[in-house]
């Protein structure tokens, strides 16, 4: 445990730093509020003892300034000026003790124990409540489904690094977060990162850290998520997004788990397990050059796939039945839906996944008033209208007039996209062979579902 100690006392240090190698701490030193706020940013610290009256950025500044970053890290204050209001105000402003000068040897000691237990104990909680919340479950049972959980569970207990694709709104970040959960690294939080929404200057910076003035901006030295994910799991969301100067980085800590900070010549080794996840067919990348292949096999070493929700619509009812319980409660009543309702949305493609069905859930229970859910309501807040209902459902000639009253161009669209969901849907929603037995490009299927997609082809 690396415990930081600021005082511009010398001597005070000096015993403080005996005390923690007494208690076999280790102990960390800084003679101002800047130089403490610089270590914390750049080190893991556990625990922080501070005085209050320093030179320049004092004590309760600097004290409101660790805890607007860091909330979670106790800091006790010394001082040897003690009276109660600067105790008040230290303890208000979020310290967790307040000691007088000199500070006993015994009282300075209990003080952090008690500290670092509540702090555990915080971390503990917070790692409960995110295993106790049930948005964080798989929901399904479908053979797809299923075969994903048993894969999952086999993966998790192992230290493998692991690839999760598939189409937006399927669940990717979902089977993350139940890989960390069912893992030896489960106990500590997971460190997220999303490589698409980080501008690609700052992605080095963000993931190995940087040091003090390493570029324009860089007024102290940061820890990167590697850092902070040492004995856990990062998630690199949205992998293919990554410069391929940052995949080599990648690369070299997939083999050594070793990696320097931006501007920094020290080798930092970490103990990090890393799932990654993306949208993006990979190797169309690899082959546009815009993906290391090397690192394409590294970590593709145990593949997971996340199906698109068309192809385990048998999960449908119970998708719905869960979304309705998380709902429901949150200011809007539960509500049912119909057998016809649910047959109508299993013919919905759902190019959003499980996200569209969700947010489509929620539009439901907000929208309309009704308890029951029927086939009409459904359809109207699936953006189906009445007429292109009735001509998506009838197959092609089998209804002599299902076109009337239609343009050519309607009639067109129509039977368009009445084929295309009919030879879909004889393929289990599979999309690769559905193109090839229709002779398509898979891209250009895809676009078509897509622009039919709300439409419900
Ligand atoms: N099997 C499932 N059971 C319950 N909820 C699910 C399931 N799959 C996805 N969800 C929910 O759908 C939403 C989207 O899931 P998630 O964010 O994991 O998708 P994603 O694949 O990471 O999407 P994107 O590619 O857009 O980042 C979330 O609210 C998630 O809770
Ligand atoms: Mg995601």
Same mark, same amino acid.
């Given at each position: 445990?690396?415990?930081? *100690? =600021?005082?511009?006392?010398?001597?005070?240090?000096?015993?403080? /730093?005996?005390?923690?190698?007494?208690?076999?701490?280790?102990?960390?030193?800084?003679?101002?509020?800047?130089?403490?706020?610089?270590?914390?940013?750049?080190?893991?610290?556990?625990?922080?003892?501070?005085?209050?009256?320093?030179?320049?950025?004092?004590?309760?500044?600097?004290?409101?300034?660790?805890?607007?970053?860091?909330?979670?890290?106790?800091?006790?204050?010394?001082?040897?000026?003690?009276?109660?209001?600067?105790?008040?105000?230290?303890?208000?402003?979020?310290?967790?003790?307040?000691?007088?000068?000199?500070? /006993?040897?015994?009282?300075?000691?209990?003080?952090?124990?008690?500290?670092?237990?509540?702090?555990? =104990?915080?971390?503990?909680?917070? !790692?409960?409540?995110?295993?106790?919340?049930?948005?964080?479950?798989?929901?399904?049972?479908?053979?797809? *489904?299923?075969?994903?959980?048993?894969?999952?569970?086999?993966?998790?207990?192992?230290?493998?690094?692991?690839? !999760?694709?598939?189409?937006?709104?399927?669940?990717?970040? +979902?089977?993350?977060?139940?890989?960390?959960?069912?893992?030896?690294?489960?106990?500590?939080?997971?460190?997220?990162?999303?490589?698409?929404?980080?501008?690609?200057?700052?992605?080095?910076?963000?993931?190995?850290?940087?040091?003090?003035?390493?570029?324009?901006?860089?007024?102290?030295?940061?820890?990167?998520?590697?850092?902070?994910?040492?004995?856990?799991?990062?998630?690199?969301?949205? *992998?293919?997004?990554?410069?391929?100067?940052?995949?080599?980085?990648?690369?070299?800590?997939?083999?050594?788990?070793?990696?320097?900070?931006?501007?920094?010549?020290?080798?930092?080794?970490?103990? =990090?397990?890393? +799932?990654?996840?993306?949208?993006?067919? +990979?190797?169309?990348?690899?082959?546009?050059?815009?993906?290391?292949?090397?690192?394409?096999?590294?970590?593709?070493?145990?593949?997971?796939?996340?199906?698109?929700?068309?192809?385990?619509?048998?999960?449908?009812?119970?998708?719905?039945?869960?979304?309705?319980?998380?709902?429901?409660?949150?200011?809007?009543?539960?509500?049912?839906?119909?057998?016809?309702?649910?047959?109508?949305?299993?013919?919905?493609?759902?190019?959003?996944?499980?996200?569209?069905?969700?947010?489509?859930?929620?539009?439901?229970?907000?929208?309309?008033?009704?308890?029951?859910?029927?086939?009409?309501?459904?359809?109207?807040?699936?953006?189906?209208?009445?007429?292109?209902?009735?001509?998506?459902?009838?197959?092609?000639?089998?209804?002599?007039?299902?076109?009337?009253?239609?343009?050519?161009?309607?009639?067109?669209?129509?039977?368009?996209?009445?084929?295309?969901?009919?030879?879909?849907?004889?393929?289990?929603?599979?999309?690769?062979?559905?193109?090839?037995? +229709?002779?398509?490009?898979?891209?250009?299927?895809?676009?078509?579902?897509?622009?039919?997609?709300?439409?419900? *082809?």
């Amino acid at each position: 445990m690396k415990i930081l *100690i =600021v005082d511009d006392e010398v001597s005070i240090v000096e015993s403080l /730093s005996g005390i923690m190698l007494d208690e076999v701490y280790t102990p960390l030193a800084a003679d101002c509020g800047e130089r403490a706020l610089e270590i914390i940013s750049a080190e893991h610290v556990d625990l922080v003892l501070m005085d209050v009256w320093m030179p320049g950025l004092d004590g309760l500044e600097t004290l409101a300034k660790v805890k607007e970053s860091y909330p979670h890290l106790p800091v006790i204050m010394i001082s040897g000026h003690g009276n109660i209001d600067t105790a008040v105000q230290a303890t208000r402003a979020g310290a967790y003790d307040f000691i007088e000068k000199p500070p /006993s040897y015994d009282k300075i000691v209990l003080s952090m124990k008690n500290a670092l237990h509540l702090s555990q =104990v915080e971390k503990d909680n917070l !790692i409960l409540r995110q295993k106790a919340d049930k948005k964080s479950e798989l929901t399904g049972s479908s053979e797809p *489904i299923r075969q994903l959980k048993d894969s999952i569970s086999r993966v998790a207990p192992t230290d493998a690094w692991v690839l !999760i694709t598939g189409e937006h709104g399927t669940g990717k970040e +979902l089977v993350a977060q139940s890989i960390h959960r069912l893992s030896a690294r489960g106990g500590r939080p997971m460190t997220e990162i999303n490589c698409a929404a980080i501008p690609e200057e700052l992605i080095e910076s963000e993931l190995f850290g940087h040091e003090k003035g390493s570029f324009t901006g860089a007024n102290t030295s940061k820890r990167g998520k590697f850092d902070l994910a040492d004995g856990s799991t990062l998630f690199l969301d949205e *992998i293919a997004d990554m410069s391929l100067k940052t995949q080599a980085k990648i690369l070299r800590i997939l083999q050594e788990q070793k990696f320097e900070r931006v501007g920094g010549s020290k080798t930092i080794a970490v103990d =990090v397990r890393v +799932l990654a996840a993306t949208n993006k067919d +990979l190797t169309a990348e690899i082959a546009a050059g815009n993906f290391r292949e090397d690192l394409y096999w590294r970590l593709n070493v145990v593949p997971l796939v996340v199906p698109p929700l068309r192809e385990r619509l048998g999960d449908l009812p119970e998708l719905v039945a869960a979304f309705v319980r998380e709902f429901s409660g949150k200011g809007v009543g539960a509500k049912r839906f119909t057998a016809a309702a649910l047959t109508m949305m299993a013919r919905h493609l759902w190019p959003g996944n499980v996200r569209e069905l969700r947010n489509f859930i929620e539009r439901v229970l907000i929208m309309t008033v009704e308890e029951e859910v029927t086939e009409d309501m459904a359809a109207q807040l699936l953006g189906l209208s009445e007429s292109g209902r009735k001509n998506t459902a009838a197959a092609c000639g089998q209804e002599g007039d299902a076109y009337s009253g239609l343009s050519f161009k309607e009639a067109k669209r129509c039977f368009e996209q009445d084929f295309l969901r009919t030879r879909l849907t004889a393929n289990d929603g599979n999309i690769s062979r559905t193109a090839e037995q +229709l002779g398509m490009e898979r891209s250009n299927l895809h676009k078509k579902l897509k622009q039919a997609g709300g439409r419900g *082809i």
